[in-house]
């Protein structure tokens, strides 16, 4: 398993999926999407397993700060530019991939 947590350290389902790697010793990489967000690529493979509108979260305080629910915009382009647009956290393991804490999907990843 190749294991990668992309999030933000004050959010508490990010928190709690990295315990739930830590405590069944699963080794993962953690992205923090305050410093750095997705490439192009890795948004591409996500959003192929999940859904490019179940990635933005449209409740969250970036997307109210920003007014997004007025505009017409381009998701893939908004998520591009601004990371702290993503639901979190964002599991992946190769192509398969989760949003939000879902550790029944992740005991199948074996």
Same mark, same amino acid.
């Given at each position: 398993? %190749? +294991? ?5 350290? &004050?959010?508490?389902? #990010? ?7 830590? /405590? @069944?010793? +699963? ?8 410093? $750095? *967000?997705?490439? &192009? *690529?890795?948004?591409? @493979? =996500?959003? @192929?397993?999940?859904?490019? /509108? %179940?990635?933005?979260?449209?409740? *969250? $305080?970036?997307?109210? $700060? ?8 381009? =998701?893939? /382009?908004?998520?591009? %530019?601004?990371?702290?647009?993503? &639901? #979190?956290? +964002? =599991? @992946? %393991? *190769?192509? /398969?991939?989760? =949003? ?6 992740? &005991?199948?990843?074996?």
């Amino acid at each position: 398993m %190749n +294991i990668q947590i992309f999030g933000v350290l &004050k959010c508490q389902d #990010t928190r709690k999926a990295e315990r739930y790697f830590k /405590e @069944r010793r +699963i080794p993962y990489q953690f992205v923090d999407l305050t410093r $750095k *967000g997705l490439s &192009k *690529g890795e948004l591409e @493979r =996500v959003s @192929r397993a999940v859904g490019l /509108e %179940n990635l933005i979260d449209k409740t *969250g $305080k970036q997307y109210q $700060k920003r007014q997004l629910q007025y505009l017409v915009h381009d =998701v893939t /382009e908004e998520l591009l %530019n601004d990371p702290l647009l993503f &639901k #979190t956290p +964002i =599991v @992946r %393991n *190769g192509a /398969e991939a989760t =949003v939000g804490y879902q550790p029944d999907v992740w &005991k199948t990843w074996d």
